[in-house]
């Protein structure tokens, strides 16, 4: 079965420093990539998504991505955190099955940025 | 336009009691998913309706979970004789059902809560 594992439940940072939240995922056709974000008393966002081509891709509020295939991996960076970053950021798969799609997350990761 | 919505925000209930959740997903979206997430548990997938119909259920917890979806617009997921277990926020998310359209919109979510 389809699986995400995002590593770090909880990451404290200061204003400031680099953030690189761990995303693996277990499957074994065609990847499409996502990682969401939830802010305080907010619905889920989208932050950005892989689907082909360019492995590094950009989202918003200065994200990226990675998608390195041959470690199954998708981690989410930014090089300078602000305190409006804190939030629960997921990361998640599509899984195809049965002729249509569903997403697979991740436990999720909160991030805590101290000002 | 106007995203996805969900009603009520918030639910208290007794446990024993049925509740009904309501979804009114992006218009013209044909694609709909409820998921649930649980503290500590990251998002669950419950199920999936592709216009009306509802090719996989897989993913709700026990027969006490039922939803439907009328019109190919709004869906009610209800809840049966409800458990402390239930306690969760319940979120719908569609997507437009086109080839290729992966992106999932999310609503605010229902927090419920069994007392």
């Known amino acids: 079965a389809q699986s995400v594992s995002q590593h770090n439940h909880h990451v404290i940072l200061s204003e400031a420093a680099s953030l690189e939240l761990g995303c693996n995922y277990s499957?074994?056709?065609?990847?499409?990539l996502f990682w969401y974000v939830q802010y305080p008393g907010q619905h889920l966002q989208l932050l950005l998504k892989?689907?082909?081509?360019?492995?590094l891709v950009k989202g918003i509020k200065g994200f990226e991505a990675e998608f390195i295939k041959s470690k199954f991996s998708f981690n989410l960076r930014k090089p300078s955190v602000q305190w409006s970053d804190t939030a629960e950021y997921f990361c998640?798969?599509?899984?195809?099955?049965?002729?249509?799609?569903?997403?697979?997350f991740g436990a999720g990761t909160r991030l805590a940025v101290h000002p | 336009g106007a995203g996805v919505s969900q009603s009520p925000s918030n639910k208290v209930t007794e446990k024993g009691k049925d509740v009904e959740l309501r979804c009114d997903p992006i218009?013209?979206?044909?694609?709909l998913y409820w998921y649930r997430q649980s503290l500590g548990q990251g998002l669950e997938f419950l199920i999936y309706?592709?216009?009306?119909?509802?090719?996989?259920k897989s993913g709700l917890p026990s027969d006490r979970f039922s939803a439907e979806r009328t019109g190919g617009s709004v869906s009610t997921l209800t809840i049966q004789r409800t458990q402390q277990e239930d306690s969760a926020v319940y979120l719908c998310?569609?997507?437009?059902?086109?080839?290729?359209?992966?992106?999932?919109?999310f609503g605010p979510g229902t927090r419920l809560t069994v007392t």
């Open positions: 998310a569609s997507t437009s059902g086109l080839a290729g359209s992966y992106e999932q919109y």
């Open positions: 499957y074994g056709g065609t990847v499409n």
């Open positions: 892989y689907f082909s081509g360019d492995p």
């Open positions: 998640a798969v599509i899984s195809f099955s049965g002729g249509y799609n569903k997403l697979i």
């Open positions: 218009s013209g979206h044909t694609a």
């Open positions: 309706f592709q216009g009306n119909s509802a090719p996989d």
